[in-house]
């Protein structure tokens, strides 16, 4: 398997030559890494960044990333309110992208894994 491939993940993902075969919970439902530089940020909150870790957990597994709202709320034991708080922190910072994609759909978000450039000081 080639790393810096072009290739969407999903595709490089098919072709893996091995298989987690186990009953523990934890391997087998995968696990999420956030980008140092999101952790140790302190401008960023801990409930922006708890909700940019699970967009960025539905990104990885499916390459596409709309959750309702209501079900993000749901997931990370918070009310909607905070979580649109946080989501518009995280647009803010530019984070994520996020496509509005009409009334009663989900919008679509797209998650920012890179560091952004820092304004030159002098």
């Not at 597994?61 to 993000?72: S, Y």
Request: aromatic letters at 10%.
């Amino acid at each position: 398997m080639a790393f810096g491939s072009d290739r969407p993940i999903g595709d490089i993902l098919k072709e893996r030559n091995m298989r987690l075969n186990s009953i523990d919970p934890i391997s087998r439902h995968g696990f999420t890494q956030i980008p140092n530089f999101i952790l140790r940020d302190p401008n960023v909150s801990i409930g922006a960044k708890t909700v940019y870790a699970l967009l960025l957990s539905y990104a990885w597994h499916n390459e596409l990333c709309f959750p309702g709202q209501d079900r993000l709320a749901k997931e990370v034991g918070m009310g909607l309110a905070s979580v649109n708080r946080f989501i518009k922190e995280l647009e803010a910072c530019s984070l994520i992208e996020i496509t509005r994609r009409g009334q009663g759909k989900t919008n679509f978000y797209t998650v920012n894994f890179v560091v952004k450039k820092q304004g030159r000081k002098g």
